[in-house]
């Protein structure tokens, strides 16, 4: 079941995806990564899906990641004593404290820490942008605005504070319940909804305790300005489109998704891009051109994972769906012009000796004509240092441990495999080859190249790089 990409899946689950039958025709369409949605359904919901994708595990014997993401925090209005209410241009609206429900001039905004950072001229958006407001005068528990854009607005619309940071955590009392529920589950990833900074990252990994990867979601703007510190801190990172469209215009969006590509290759961060991709399939059997377009400007950018979330959730064509990412994934990468693209990206090796055994790994592959970079690892620190190099050829994986081969399955290029060390050099011969022979990445006779620390088994002590001949037995 090797991949014939290197680019990956996500897919997220729902009511159109939970059955075992559905999930298992997702994997082989090509999905490398189940998504559980915390901010839909319950528990049991989410324990059924985890069992049915252990199952699926087992029964294909490949490593399944699965990533659970937190709701965050949702900033919403109150409700309405009549119903929706029709905002004009120019007119004034009252935000508040009041739990009164609301009218026409005013409405309750539960929440204390937004009008602690609003100040005259801040701007409010509601209803996912469609309607602004302007600051006029605010206090600890009011904003007077006037409506810059008008529109309908009904009960718990979602409110948006653009260009302002929020004294709130990304993790709500809900969310804290929802993610001690993943990691008793034993999720791989923990999806950080509302990182503004890159303090909620270390609130998290206390809470976490080493139990499951960090994918930090920049949903914010405000996470933007202090990128580099949250890729530093964070396992993995996801660019959040749709919600960073809310609060930035539009031409903003396929710049930043960019800045942030190159910042995670440039840290060997695995980043995800999301939201929106092939929305179209949601109701009909093929993408829009431009949805195509939108996959392949992801991929020919170098990212490590590009996202389902509706499309497979709640959509007709969940699997249609996972089908054409993949094949979209494929064909850009058989254009010489995404090879291109991804050498003149490459990143230089850091002052270290697993940098400098990863680049040596990737040229001599290269040179040489090799099949696969074959990786001993424990932690996955070099199984990412590799994929940081983007080598034309499979990465081969090969780890004991079983959460971290399920963990590497979403990097960019890593074929994963969950097996014993190696004891000798003998034996590291022998089982990367058996390795590259099962799983299709190279032949007998033709050369791997092997990286890996010794002693054995010891994380974090990449020293070796090895070239041998594939053999059976």
Same mark, same amino acid.
Not at 123 to 145: F, H, P, Q, S, W
Not at 172 to 182: E, G, Q, V, Y
């Given at each position: 079941?090797?991949? +014939? ?11 159109? %995806? ?45 490593? /399944? ?14 409700? &309405? ?42 701007? $409010? ?10 600051? /006029? ?9 006037? =409506?810059? #854009? ?14 302002? #940071? ?14 001690? &529920? ?13 990182? +503004?900074?890159?303090?909620?990252? &270390?609130?998290?990994?206390? $809470? ?5 990867? /960090? ?20 396992? %993995?990172? !996801? ?21 942030? /590509? ?18 179209? !399939? ?24 590009? !996202? ?15 089908? !054409? ?6 064909? =850009? ?34 040179? $040489? ?11 996955? %620190? ?50 990367? %080859? ?40």
């Amino acid at each position: 079941m090797r991949r +014939q990409h290197h680019t990956k899946i996500v897919a997220t689950l729902g009511p159109a %995806s939970s059955t075992p039958e559905i999930i298992e025709a997702l994997f082989r369409a090509g999905v490398d990564m189940f998504r559980l949605n915390f901010s839909h359904g319950v528990h049991e919901e989410h324990r059924e899906r985890y069992r049915i994708i252990r199952a699926l595990e087992k029964k294909v014997g490949r490593p /399944i990641a699965i990533l659970a993401d937190l709701q965050g925090p949702k900033l919403r209005v109150g409700t &309405f004593a009549e119903g929706p209410v029709q905002l004009k241009a120019r007119q004034s609206f009252r935000l508040d404290l009041n739990k009164k429900p609301g009218d026409g001039k005013r409405v309750n905004l539960p929440h204390k820490e937004i009008f602690q950072a609003l100040k005259k001229g801040s701007e $409010l958006l509601l209803n996912d942008g469609r309607i602004r407001l302007k600051v /006029i005068e605010c206090g600890a528990d009011y904003a007077e605005t006037r =409506v810059m #854009v008008g529109g309908p607005l009904s009960d718990r619309k979602g409110v948006n504070v653009p260009g302002v #940071v929020l004294s709130l955590s990304p993790l709500t009392a809900k969310d804290r319940k929802d993610l001690a &529920f993943a990691l008793d589950l034993g999720v791989d990833w923990i999806g950080l909804s509302f990182v +503004q900074r890159p303090e909620d990252i &270390f609130d998290a990994r206390k $809470l976490i305790a080493g139990r499951a990867a /960090i994918c930090a979601k920049l949903e914010k703007p405000a996470a933007v300005d202090c990128l580099d510190e949250i890729v530093e801190l964070t396992d %993995s990172l !996801m660019v959040a489109r749709g919600d960073l469209g809310v609060e930035l215009p539009p031409e903003d969006v396929p710049v930043l998704q960019k800045r942030m /590509i190159r910042a995670c290759r440039r840290r060997g961060r695995p980043v995800i891009v999301a939201t929106q991709m092939l929305e179209s !399939m949601i109701d009909t059997p093929t993408p829009t051109r431009a949805e195509a377009s939108d996959v392949a400007t992801a991929v020919y950018d170098g990212a490590d994972a590009v !996202m389902l979330s509706a499309e497979t959730a709640a959509g007709k064509y969940p699997v249609q769906a996972a089908t !054409m990412m993949n094949r979209i994934i494929g064909r =850009v990468e058989q254009d010489p012009l995404y090879w291109k693209l991804i050498d003149a990206e490459r990143v230089e090796p850091e002052a270290t000796s697993a940098d400098a055994i990863s680049a040596a790994a990737r040229q001599v592959a290269h040179t $040489l004509s090799a099949s696969a970079v074959v990786t001993y690892t424990t932690s996955g %620190s070099t199984s990412l240092r590799i994929a940081r190099e983007r080598p034309e050829v499979p990465i081969l994986s090969l780890t004991p441990n079983l959460e971290t081969a399920r963990k590497l399955v979403i990097v960019w290029g890593v074929h994963s495999v969950h097996t014993a060390d190696a004891r000798s050099f003998a034996d590291m011969e022998k089982k990367a %080859s058996a390795a590259a022979l099962t799983d299709h990445c190279a032949k007998t006779g033709e050369r791997i190249v092997i990286t890996a620390g010794v002693p054995f088994g010891t994380p974090g002590a990449t020293n070796v790089l090895r070239i041998a001949r594939v053999r059976k037995g």
